[in-house]
């Protein structure tokens, strides 16, 4: 087919219809940020969002990626993670850079459509550009930290560079461009390998480019041997981009998690005979989403056939392609189903445009009527579609018992500790970090064999985690685990919530003897039972109302017959005491919804009987602490709001509530007070 020819416009004009095309396109792109960042703040973090999340929350605190952390996120994606948690933290914000490179792919969308239709171009770019900016799916993943955005934005501009090294003038046309276009499809691919397709659609591009525009024959010499050159500018962009990244990172850890995992995962899926669903499906209503699109489309594709737009046909080979690589995906996530969205949306705009334009040439005084009607019609699509993603209910909301663990999490553990669950987001929502091999725990690396139970105990003791919240995918997935925390944990909590209690939620707690040396090391006796090995405390400067964290590590030097209460006093300059927090070691408190406290099978064979209000007097009181096993309780301490600006200090010990009396200190500064005097820390004015 050959491209029909047009009039070429004057310079002026030709001037003119760019900058209109750039303020359409500039609105387009504002309308869409704007809408995503309300979205971005309305939403919580979702499950799969929270899997990248904590790669790069890892990546920013210092741990190797790949070698020490556990990441089936390509490099380019881990680098975007990571930048994005050394800049926002764990707040929305991290899902910038995606939104960024989702608008990016917005923006390379309304390009090609726009040279693809000379004619009424800038109308078919802006209704292309918001059906794909405001598709619900595509509006998700350019809206979240996951990956399909982004790799399809990077894709899109890379078709999109090379259309315009097609439009420069023949004395400026360099190949720099087609170099360039093959290092952004190199970051698309390697942030994710979700559009593979893109080089056979860049091939088209360049074979129209050499028969088409430079009006050669198919059979002219040289054509394809031009073409292979063209190609090979391309392919080295990749290669460049490639090469860059495997230097950077291990590469044999690299390309076993990014790679060898799919493999992994696909044939475990295939010999699966139980029926395992690691996925959410993809339902029917998520394809009747395309359906308006497809119809557009295919108007569309009249349009291009009329009117000869020999380069828009790089849309139907897209869809083709992507069709052919989506149906190959398994599992297939309804987000997955963006690949083939920007053909869609690119001749559903051609097809509306050129329908507009003959309208109103034909009937202009019922286009005056109608098409005003459209166009507000679109918009308010624009504006509606993504309502039904805001999320009702948050991830506490859902299961309130979540919050339970959550406050446990919180009052039992410090900021730096780690703990182990399958969901992420009780990790964001509680503020502690997983292990790095532990960074995903997801079904598919369960349901695959790439994380049995023995690797996850490992991790536990490895990094001496405090807490591990339990689900019933590891009694499907991997029972053995059960064994496993039986043998490091000191307790399990069973959670109810009374508003939902057939939904309870298993914790584990304090890990039985830690091996972990204390921050601060410090070496007293209390009395001639209990040792004080030393203690972890939250940084200062402190502030009024703030809650701090300490960490004490106690080992019992002899068996005990009594239940000793742990006095910790926040005491200022002057010696006066300012705060006071007694409580009984591994207390239970109300919030945590505690319907069950199962000790450990070491303390339940202990001679000594449990205490007559337990667990009243904690929950492993001192009665049943076992002879050289090192225990770390950590307790959040609410400092009072109305606390004076200056220096203080903790004094922690031991005490009889009975008798009141404080077993001895030795070898403290503070003997006399029978307490030991922790760090000075200082309190300032808010």
Not at 148 to 155: D, Q, S, T
Not at 316 to 322: K, N, S, T
């Amino acid at each position: 087919m050959t491209a029909k020819s047009s009039p070429v416009a004057p310079a002026s004009a030709r001037g003119d219809r760019a900058w209109r095309g750039g303020a359409v396109l500039l609105l387009i792109l504002l309308g869409s940020l704007a809408a995503r960042l309300w979205y971005s703040s309305a939403n919580p973090f979702s499950y799969d969002e929270t899997h990248n999340l904590m790669i790069g929350a890892l990546a920013s605190q210092g741990y190797a990626p790949y070698r020490e952390i556990y990441s089936v996120i390509a490099p380019f994606a881990l680098l975007t993670m990571r930048a994005a948690a050394t800049l926002w933290d764990t707040t929305h914000w991290v899902r910038m850079p995606v939104i960024v490179y989702g608008l990016a792919g917005v923006a390379a969308l309304y390009y090609l459509t726009w040279r693809h239709t000379p004619r009424n171009g800038i109308l078919a770019a802006g209704l292309a550009a918001v059906f794909f900016s405001f598709n619900p799916h595509f509006f998700f993943v350019s809206t979240s930290i996951n990956l399909e955005a982004g790799a399809l934005g990077l894709g899109l501009i890379a078709v999109a560079i090379v259309e315009h090294y097609r439009t420069r003038p023949a004395h400026t046309r360099s190949t720099l461009w087609l170099l360039l276009a093959g290092a952004v499809f190199g970051l698309s691919t390697t942030f994710k390998v979700f559009v593979p397709f893109v080089p056979a659609v860049i091939a088209l591009q360049l074979f129209l480019i050499l028969t088409v525009d430079r009006e050669r024959s198919l059979r002219s010499p040289g054509v394809y041997g031009e073409l292979l050159k063209l190609g090979l500018v391309c392919a080295a962009g990749v290669l460049l981009v490639i090469a860059l990244l495997l230097l950077t990172f291990d590469r044999a850890p690299m390309l076993e998690q990014v790679i060898g995992s799919r493999f992994v995962l696909r044939e475990a899926i295939e010999t699966d005979e139980a029926g395992v669903n690691i996925a959410e499906a993809l339902t029917g209503g998520d394809l009747l989403q395309y359906v308006p699109l497809t119809l557009g489309a295919l108007i569309g594709l009249a349009a291009v056939w009329r009117q000869r737009l020999a380069h828009a046909w790089i849309w139907p080979l897209w869809f083709v392609l992507a069709a052919a690589f989506l149906l190959s995906h398994d599992p297939v996530r309804p987000r997955h189903t963006v690949m083939i969205l920007p053909p869609l949306a690119a001749l559903s705009g051609i097809g509306l445009a050129w329908l507009a334009t003959s309208l109103a040439q034909q009937k202009p005084a019922l286009a005056r009527r109608l098409n005003p009607l459209a166009a507000t019609g679109v918009l308010a699509w624009a504006i509606l579609a993504p309502l039904p993603l805001i999320e009702i209910e948050t991830f506490t909301e859902k299961h309130p018992v979540r919050q339970a663990a959550i406050d446990f999490v919180q009052q039992t553990t410090a900021p730096a500790d780690c703990i182990i669950s399958k969901e992420n987001r009780l990790h964001f929502l509680a503020g502690r970090l997983s292990t790095p091999h532990l960074s995903l725990i997801s079904t598919a690396r369960l349901f695959s064999g790439l994380l049995p139970a023995a690797a996850i105990a490992a991790e536990i003791e490895q990094h001496d985690c405090p807490v591990l919240v339990y689900t019933d995918t590891f009694d499907r997935l991997i029972p053995d685990l059960r064994q496993e925390l039986d043998r490091l944990y000191a307790l399990k909590l069973t959670l109810v919530d009374p508003r939902e209690p057939d939904y309870p939620l298993e914790v584990y707690a304090v890990k039985q003897n830690t091996q972990a040396p204390p921050p601060v090391a410090q070496a007293y006796r209390l009395g001639d039972r209990i040792a004080f090995l030393g203690y972890g405390l939250s940084a200062g400067p402190w502030q009024p109302g703030q809650t701090v964290h300490l960490s004490a590590y106690w080992q019992a030097v002899e068996q005990m017959d009594h239940e000793y209460k742990i006095f910790v006093h926040l005491v200022d300059s002057q010696g006066n005491t300012a705060a006071i927090f007694d409580h009984y070691p591994f207390t239970l408190r109300e919030e945590y919804l505690a319907a069950d406290v199962e000790l450990n099978a070491i303390y339940r064979g202990n001679p000594a009987a449990l205490p007559a209000y337990y667990p009243a007097t904690g929950m492993i009181p001192t009665s049943l602490w076992q002879p050289g096993e090192t225990l770390v309780e950590t307790v959040a301490l609410p400092l009072p709001a109305d606390l004076p600006p200056g220096a203080y200090t903790l004094a922690l010990g031991l005490y009889d509530e009975n008798s009141m009396e404080r077993l001895t200190v030795t070898g403290a500064p503070d003997g006399p007070y029978n307490q030991i005097t922790l760090g000075l820390v200082q309190v300032i004015g808010d």
